[in-house]
């Protein structure tokens, strides 16, 4: 005989989702990139939303870091200290020093000429990075006519010093990557860097026989034939390279209304807006530089490790809190990775423009330039490629 039916037990009530942790208080600090470009560019192992290429140096940067995060520190238990004391002492410290940041803070250009100058089409500005360093050697003569020729509405190139001074076009302190020499620019003089063949190792060599090292003159003059504007990228010697830029400008009057001078290194830019306060300026930054490479390998060990990454919370923190504000800059240069619709929001607000680098793909292009209003540098005008 069968068995009567049973009705089978009520299922237990389904368990709502697990919330997704909750991220420790130092990386909520930084901004995250959105998510289409978390899609296109996997992060690399062990950092968190890490780039892929680009890093500025870390001298200069990290001790930028140490002074900052001391100071805050300072600053803190001081206004703790008078707290406890006298209960009004904490907002007058708090007060006097907001009034000492601003007293002290070099004022940004007129909006209305940053505005002409980043965008100088009435619409988003892209620039050749390095002079479209894909589509012909990087920091020549050559990528600048390139650009021009490829419609860019500005060109990038990166300023160095010979040992003897002189400022010539290079992205690194040593020749062995673009060039047919070796050796560092601190032992070369203009001369011995002049003999050197900048195509020597680019994909199209061949191409571009007889190119030479420019000085940071000729390329203005080759530029300024043209209708592009000029981002100066200032690798580094803080004073040497505002002497050589403020005799630039001296010399070229046209370049207030047609270049901006951006740095990794604050002091660079602080020198600068002292040297000459009609000068636009922009911030350039990469999150965890001093910590990670661009590929998101670890640059030390051990504990060591784990400094340097408090440096670069304290790094990011001091340049979207005060050291924009505090150097008058008129643009923000982010690696791509990092900028969402709420980060660029968050820099609309203040006033300032933010530059994406480097931007190859033909998808990211569209989404940079459309959906977010961003402007953008890329290696490329002509075709997508991957970064070098």
Same mark, same amino acid.
């Given at each position: ?5 049973q ?9 709502p ?55 805050a520190?300072?600053?803190?238990l001081?206004a ?9 002492s ?8 907001l009034?000492?940041? /601003? ?6 250009v007129?909006p ?5 100058v ?16 894909y589509?012909?050697?990087?920091n ?17 190139f990166?300023?160095e ?8 076009l290079?992205h ?31 994909r199209l /060599? ?5 190119e ?9 003059v080759?530029?300024?034939?043209t ?7 200032v ?20 370049l ?12 660079v ?10 000068v ?17 390998k ?21 340049? /979207? ?14 690696q ?10 968050f ?14 793909y ?6 940079y ?9 890329t ?10």
């Open positions: 005989r069968s068995r009567p039916y009705h089978p037990p009520p299922a237990a009530p389904a368990r989702p697990a919330r997704p942790p909750r991220l420790p208080a130092w990386r909520r600090l930084l901004p995250r990139p959105s998510r289409r470009t978390r899609r296109s560019l996997p992060s690399p192992p062990r950092v968190p939303w890490s780039g892929q290429v680009g890093s500025g140096r870390a001298g200069p940067a990290m001790e930028l870091a140490v002074l900052c995060g001391l100071s520190v300072l600053m803190l001081s703790a200290a008078c707290s406890l004391g006298r209960p009004l904490g907002p007058a410290t708090a007060l006097v020093l009034a000492a940041l /601003h007293l002290f803070r070099y004022p940004p007129p209305e000429l940053a505005r002409r980043l965008r100088p089409c009435g619409r988003v500005s892209i620039i050749a990075h390095r002079g479209a360093g589509d012909a050697p990087e020549t003569l050559a990528a600048l006519k390139q650009a021009a020729e490829n419609n860019a509405t500005g060109v990038e990166d300023v010093f010979t040992s003897d001074g002189v400022p010539i290079m690194d302190n040593t020749v062995d990557r673009t060039t047919d020499g070796t050796g560092s620019l601190d032992h070369l003089t203009f001369e011995d860097v002049r003999k050197l063949d900048p195509a020597a190792k680019h /060599h061949k191409k571009y026989l007889g030479k090292v420019p000085t940071l003159r000729e390329a203005l080759e530029v300024l034939k209708n592009m504007t000029i981002y100066f990228d690798k580094g010697h803080a004073a040497q390279a505002s002497a050589a830029l403020k005799e630039m400008f001296k010399e070229f009057p046209e207030y209304n047609r270049s901006i001078v951006c740095s990794f290194e604050p002091m830019i602080f020198k600068m807006r002292q040297a000459d306060q009609k636009i300026t922009a911030l350039t930054h990469r999150p965890w530089s001093l910590s990670f490479y661009g590929t998101g670890p640059k030390y060990d051990g504990y060591k490790q784990y400094v340097y990454m408090f440096l670069d919370v304290v790094l990011d923190w001091s340049h /979207h809190a005060f050291l924009w504000k505090l150097l008058g800059v008129s643009a923000f240069l982010m791509k990775n990092f900028i969402s619709s709420d980060y660029a929001r820099w609309a607000e203040r006033g300032v423009d933010v530059i994406a680098w480097t931007v190859n033909a998808d990211e292009k569209r989404y330039e459309n959906i977010l209003q961003c402007h953008y540098i290696d490329t005008l002509i075709e997508t490629c991957s970064p070098p």
